[in-house]
């Protein structure tokens, strides 16, 4: 078969499956199946960046994020001046500490890391818009969009919309999300998901 007809079959293998992973359902019929997915893989990976502005600065963080069940670890770095910070909390609180910092404990992972990279940033929240979920005191704040996946969360005083999916594996998972508080805006891009453990991505069970 010719290269170019190759080409054009796998290009409709892939919208062909976009759109059976987008098909049209109530509102919120997706999040059911996104939390079964995240309990059958309570041990995933994904790596990033985060572009911050506050409307006349800006800045960026790349980051490579673990989790295994409730406790997450992040490495965090700026794009420009090698400044890296390591972030870990789960139910016990939140430990950060690296370049400018001494080792710091607080019960929420937000201030922290506000501390060190001079931006607010809403982690803790963070960690279930990536997996395309609200925070569990988000649910009067969930708006969907007209396929019934989830489009947008007010968790004040953020506002989180998904502006991409794409399909990773068997899985529709986000791709690009924007977050929004007052004049505080944070752009996340989201690449190399894996939902299965691995030797390599051991999470710390200590707080």
């Known amino acids: 078969m010719k290269p170019g007809r190759l080409l054009v079959l796998g290009l409709m293998a892939v919208s062909l499956a976009a759109c059976a992973a987008r098909e049209q359902r109530p509102a919120g019929a997706w999040l059911?199946?996104?939390e079964a997915l995240f309990a059958a893989h309570p041990v995933w990976s994904v790596s990033g960046r985060m572009g911050l502005s506050d409307g006349v600065r800006g800045g960026s963080l790349a980051f490579d994020w673990q989790a295994s069940g409730d406790v997450h670890e992040l490495s965090l770095r700026t794009v420009a001046g090698g400044r890296q910070w390591r972030l870990a909390f789960g139910p016990d609180g939140a430990i950060l500490e690296g370049s400018g910092i001494e080792r710091m404990w607080a019960p929420d992972p937000d201030p922290l890391v506000?501390?060190?990279v001079g931006w607010p940033v809403p982690v803790r929240d963070m960690a279930w818009w990536i997996r395309g979920l609200p925070p569990p005191a988000a649910e009067a704040g969930m708006f969907f969009a007209a396929?019934?996946?989830l489009a947008r969360v007010?968790?004040?005083p953020w506002t989180m919309e998904y502006q991409r999916f794409d399909i990773t594996g068997q899985a529709l998972m986000p791709s690009r999300l924007q977050a929004e508080s007052g004049r505080y805006r944070v752009?996340?891009?989201l690449r190399d998901w894996l939902l299965e453990p691995i030797e390599s991505?051991?999470?710390?069970?200590?707080?």
């Open 201 to 207: 991505h051991r999470v710390s069970n200590s707080l």
């Open 187 to 189: 752009r996340v891009v």
């Open 147 to 149: 396929d019934g996946s």
């Open 32 to 34: 059911s199946e996104r």
């Open 154 to 156: 007010d968790s004040a």
């Open 114 to 116: 506000e501390a060190a």
